[in-house]
């Protein structure tokens, strides 16, 4: 069966996740230095792990969705939930600056709209049809 367009595109959007954190964790190992010293609620190894999971997380579904493999839709579902539960956590735990707080309102639009798309795109089931076991 031929993928359909939305899973590709959603698929595509998941690489895009994956390599996204992977540039944080590599730029944080990389200013591993300059971090530990700013003024961070955590340590620079939490944003580094965080992003190195999330990373081998979001490029492993990729290639689930991208085979239409049944793991990769439902494994989708759950990672992309809990990567948009992590980032509400950092923000509304770890952040510091009044900006994050100003653009909470666009943050949680933007938090509803891309879960409306995952979970509308994968749940639909005529694309549900469409995965394997």
């Known amino acids: 069966m031929p993928r359909p367009l939305s899973v590709t595109f959603l698929a595509l959007a998941v690489f895009c996740l994956a390599g996204f954190n992977l540039l944080g964790a590599v730029s944080g ?10 003024p961070l609620s955590v340590p620079p190894v939490y944003l580094i792990v965080s992003d190195s999971v999330w990373a081998l997380v979001f490029a492993g579904l990729g290639v689930g969705l991208w085979r239409l493999k049944h793991w990769g839709r439902v494994g989708t579902l759950v990672a992309f939930s ?52």
């Open 82 to 133: 809990l990567y948009v539960a992590q980032s509400w956590f950092d923000r509304l735990m770890l952040s510091r600056s009044d900006f994050a707080r100003v653009t909470i309102p666009w943050a949680l639009g933007m938090s509803a709209i891309s879960l409306a798309l995952v979970w509308g795109i994968l749940l639909r089931r005529a694309v549900k049809r469409n995965f394997s076991m």
């Open 29 to 38: 190992f990389q200013r591993y230095a300059f971090l530990r010293g700013l």
